[in-house]
């Protein structure tokens, strides 16, 4: 096998471990949300509850005049405090997009944050993508680590 | 994340552009490292012993098993330089703005897999799955596991494949949404999704670890769920019956090496399969300022075919392992049985 096909392969397996990672989580998130369910809302943040297993963001949407809250599913916030984003990050009042689907308990408004952005679309967050913030120390600008948590 | 079938497609497509683009700079840096070789001499514990205390990352995207038709464990600095880039453009891609007038995802689910289960899961920004190739004495790895050479898991045994089936017989007539604990484990909080034992990353987030040593304790305290797995130094197993949900670790040091081995593992969660006869051993071995080789054997003979065997670099990191409490704000596991009871209402199916 000469070095292209090698790498075509081995991309290939990066590619089927990028989408295997859906095969792990939490909870399966078709056991808790109905497809037959979508939504999409826009409103304002009400609440954040900054909690494991999962983030959850309270929206107020108005419905045929009258004001609904809707509970908005998201990862751990972990991942997010270690990049410095806090439950003060977002604040109460911010007007958000929100499309996902609802639980499959129809009598709870609560839906999957499927994406989740601001009105002009920006979303609420980013991922760290590593370029410039390597943890490994194998950038040569980046400061040797000693274990931390002593 | 959105899993949603489309962007699986496009993350393949991504990785292919990228693998024709990677950034000849990206390329001439990995070339230099790693070349870290100022002297050092390993830290010590009051008693005499290698000082593993620290936290720790496992995190990688170098998988478990290597990609099938992939034979060389060792990849090149360049072909790393480019998985590496191919990772990092497929975050920024999945970053970027989206459509404000977008409507509501699709009746019927959009397509997803897996764990995003038709519904789209969430956004990629609460991931943290991994960002480098694995580095082990200086090699870029294509695959955790190094043995058997081709860096897979061995193949079940008959026997497993039958404890299987029979356990999907019994479990015939039970809905999976019937009673809270014929739901996942996880789902319950009680551990994480990952494995406990061996420290195999989750590619999905907080994959950080603690280390505590005292001279008859080693404590490794994982992000995920919180859990904190007690390793005894010298001493025997519990009884064979006694099934901790984390197992039964005892270790001893083999020169500056801390050899770990855990058995007694509860069969409520196996690993590929395997729970009741399974023997896991670990080898920790702290090689300069910022790193653990953490190797692992894996061995049950009524599960897998051979045993298998695998290397995890650990690097020290000075971030903050947070708090992974789970059970009080558990929303899902709640909305999980109340989204079955409603939806048998609704389809006039309740039992």
């Known amino acids: 096998m000469n070095t292209r096909t090698t790498f075509g392969v081995l991309l290939l397996g990066a590619g089927l471990l990028l989408a ?57 916030p972990n991942t997010l405090l270690r990049r410095g984003v806090t439950r003060e990050t ?44 390597p943890k490994d120390g194998r950038d040569p600008t980046e400061a040797p680590k000693k274990p931390g948590g002593r | 994340m959105k899993f949603t079938m489309p962007s699986a497609f496009r993350v393949l497509a991504g990785l292919a552009v990228a693998a024709g683009l990677a950034s000849p700079a990206i390329v001439t840096l990995h070339a230099q490292a790693p070349s870290v070789a100022k002297p050092w001499t390993m830290p010590r514990t009051p008693d005499g012993k290698p000082d593993l205390q620290g936290t720790w990352s496992n995190a990688t995207i170098t998988p478990l098993e290597r990609a ?66 694995a580095v082990v004495d200086g090699q870029f790895r294509s695959s955790l596991i190094i043995d058997p050479p081709d860096g897979r898991v061995p193949p079940t045994t008959p026997e497993a494949r039958a404890r299987a089936q029979a356990r999907m017989k019994a479990m015939a007539g039970r809905g999976q949404y019937d009673h809270p604990e014929f739901r996942p484990l996880a789902e319950r909080c009680l551990l994480s999704f990952g494995p406990t034992t061996p420290l195999v990353p989750n590619y999905f987030y907080n994959n950080n670890l603690q280390i505590v040593q005292t001279p008859d304790h080693v404590m490794i305290l994982m992000e995920m769920v919180h859990d904190a797995r007690i390793v005894r130094i010298g001493g025997t197993h519990v009884a064979r019956h006694i099934r901790p949900w984390m197992g039964d ?50 061995e049950d003979p ?34 999980v049985l109340s989204g079955a009871r409603n939806e048998e209402k609704r389809l006039g199916t309740k039992k």
Not at chain 1, 36 to 63: C, D, M, S, Y
Not at chain 2, 101 to 114: E, L, M
């Open chain 1, 20 to 76: 295997g990672r859906s095969v792990i989580a939490h909870h399966a998130f078709g056991a808790e949300f109905d497809p037959n369910a979508p939504i999409r809302l826009q409103g304002k943040v009400v609440r954040l509850e900054w909690v494991n297993p999962h983030t959850w963001i309270h929206i107020e949407t108005i419905k045929d005049g009258k004001p609904e809250i809707w509970m908005i599913e998201g990862g751990t």
């Open chain 1, 90 to 133: 977002v604040k109460v009042g911010t007007e958000i997009i929100v499309d996902g689907y609802q639980t499959k308990d129809h009598s709870l408004k609560r839906a999957n944050g499927r994406d989740v952005t601001f009105t002009d679309g920006r979303k609420l967050f980013m991922g760290s993508s590593g370029t410039g913030a």
């Open chain 2, 68 to 133: 099938q038709g992939v034979t060389n464990l060792v990849l090149s600095a360049d072909e790393a330089a480019r998985l590496e880039k191919a990772t990092a453009d497929r975050v920024e891609r999945l970053n970027q703005d989206s459509d404000p007038n977008r409507p509501a995802p699709p009746q019927g689910g959009d397509g997803s897999t897996g764990a995003a289960g038709n519904v789209g899961g969430y956004n990629n920004f609460w991931l943290d799955p991994g960002e480098r190739v």
């Open chain 2, 249 to 298: 670790s005892i270790g001893h040091w083999e020169g500056d090496t801390l050899v770990v081995e855990t058995t007694n593992f509860p069969l409520q969660q196996p690993f590929r399969g395997a729970a009741e006869n399974l023997k896991v051993t670990e080898r920790f071995r702290r090689v300069d300022a910022g790193t653990i080789n953490y190797r692992f054997t894996v």
């Open chain 2, 302 to 335: 009524t599960t897998f075919s051979r045993p298998f065997t695998g290397e995890i670099p650990f690097r020290a990191t000075d971030e903050l392992i947070y708090e992974y409490a789970c059970h009080e704000g558990n929303y899902a596991m709640s909305n």
